[in-house]
């Protein structure tokens, strides 16, 4: 009985440690959150801050722009990107649409960022 009851304690420690350390807002979301808005969404919204700090590097991908001519017909605009081995989502200003990716060709380079639909983020965060 007491070695069940010291296992459920440090189970329950773990997962308040846990949810305390996901909940910590990423130091790159202050590209487009004041530090008071970050607060409150830590302590109001502590799901809204994992999903933000999941966006920063797992909201997009890179591909090639398509070379068939009509393919690229779905491009939205250009970004720029100074670094794209390391790219803050937050810094391109870009929205995240609930049921559609979008693309947007990278400048000076052959390479397209597309956008995650936020259903499809959220899919890929509650699997990881």
Known sequence: MKKALIIALIATLGTSVSLSQTSKPDARLSVKYSKEELNDL?????????????????????????????KDASIRGTVKVADLNNINFFEL????????????RIEGSDQLLVV??????IQKMTTK
């Open 116 to 121: 995650r639909s936020k259903d499809h983020i």
């Open 42 to 70: 830590k302590n109001d919204s502590p799901e809204e801050i994992r999903y933000l700090n999941f966006c920063i590097e797992n909201a997009f991908y890179l591909a090639p722009v398509p070379t068939e001519k009509g």
């Open 93 to 104: 200003g870009l929205d995240i649409v609930q049921d559609n990716y979008q693309y947007y």
